[in-house]
């Protein structure tokens, strides 16, 4: 009767720690992380941050790539809101750039349902714009624009993110 009792008490212990161990050690699945070990080209002139993001994070680089289509290079990942470390992001703005356009994803890295808002409109004077908006809980986009030189990005997040940037594409 007592092995019994040792054998049933080693269950519930191992079990315990089981889901435990489990629970701290699953990584929260942000909405734009898909496939891992990928290897996602890179525009020229990246910066040493997004480079820094890019080998932390690949499966986000990777996903968000893959939602843009075949061709694209990765030219920014932007931790929002601004000065987050990105660990800690509510979201991220991704650009990538093609051989004829450049792609914008914004991932929803909170976990739940958020109002979101893509837009990105050419950089020149009467712009045409593209933009996605919605309630999403992995990412709003993709949105393209034609002329990414200097394009506007507005990426806005329910009540607490609202980026506006012309150089979240390269702007040389």
Known sequence: MLAIARSTTRLAV????LVA???VAAPHAYAAEGPTGTDVKM??????????????YPGAVAAAANACGAGYTLNKAIPLPVGTDPRLRLATVFTYNSQAD??????????????MTAKVCDGYPGA?????????????GPVYT??????TVTAKMSN???YTSQYAFSCN
Do not use: W
Request: hydrophobic residues 35%.
């Open 102 to 115: 450049g792609c914008l994803i914004f991932d929803n890295n909170t976990g739940r349902a958020q109002s």
């Open 128 to 140: 045409k714009c593209d933009t996605d908006s919605g309630t999403f809980t992995q990412y709003a």
């Open 14 to 17: 191992t079990a315990t720690a």
């Open 160 to 162: 607490f993110i609202n």
């Open 43 to 56: 525009s020229a002139g990246v910066s040493e941050e997004t480079r820094e993001f890019a080998a932390a």
């Open 146 to 151: 034609k002329h990414p030189v200097c394009a």
């Open 21 to 23: 161990a489990l629970t």
